[in-house]
């Protein structure tokens, strides 16, 4: 028997697996991405690639994994991009609070960072598959990472308690929308990252009393 050549054999595996396609038309080589549906794009449950016979909603029902996984990828958007804007800050930052701020919104991140993967795998375990493109995560989020320069120390804190206030708030009400969708563990999630929010928050607006930064 003779052995096909590394080039002949790539070939031969390569049509095998163009002749195995489901009824969807794609491969079962699963080598061809498939856009995920639902309004937040993110439902992965039905897509017929390879690896994806076992994935499910779980104990949620087709309307409420929509309505979870929407709160979770605009939640998980909105925390990457307060992560980003709590950097830029970070780097930006000049005058008398320079250290404080430094080396505070540092902290901020370490207490933040977290959740962006553990709201993108909570959705990845309900049957989803998060959005993760710059593009996506600017439609998606509710904080806006700023594209100009800003070093005066007034003007960020006013920026980020403004911010973490709409924040805070979005968690307490997806809270009690996914709590609605019989999901009260992505309701418990939230409510732990409200309060580290409203913690944020306080200590930010403390920092703005400080009559030397008027």
């Known amino acids: 028997m003779t052995k096909k050549s590394g080039k002949s054999a790539a070939k031969s595996v390569s049509k ?11 491969p079962a080589s699963g080598a061809q991405g498939v856009t995920a549906k639902g309004e937040a794009k993110a439902d992965a449950a039905h897509l017929r690639t390879v690896n994806n016979a076992l994935v499910d909603h779980h104990y949620l029902g087709e309307e409420e994994f929509q309505t979870v996984a929407e709160t979770l990828q605009r939640n998980l958007a909105t925390t990457i991009s307060l992560y980003l804007k709590f950097k830029k800050y970070h780097w930006d930052i000049r005058g008398r609070f320079f250290r404080d701020l430094h080396l505070a919104y540092d ?33 998606f989020s509710v904080v806006d990472v700023p594209t100009e320069t800003v070093r ?19 968690y307490r009400d997806d809270s009690q929308t996914v709590d609605d969708a019989n999901d009260p563990a992505t309701a418990d999630m939230y409510n732990g990252y409200a309060a580290t929010i409203d913690k944020i928050r306080w200590m930010l607006q403390a920092i703005m009393d400080d009559d030397r930064m008027n």
């Open 16 to 26: 095998t697996a163009a002749r195995k396609s489901d009824k969807s038309g794609v």
């Open 107 to 139: 902290e901020f991140i370490a207490e933040i960072f977290p959740a962006i993967d553990e709201q993108a795998e909570r959705l990845v375990a309900l049957g989803g598959s998060p959005i993760a493109a710059p593009a996506d995560i600017a439609r």
């Open 152 to 170: 005066d120390a007034r003007t960020q804190v006013a920026d980020l308690v403004a911010d973490l206030s709409r924040v805070g708030k979005g």
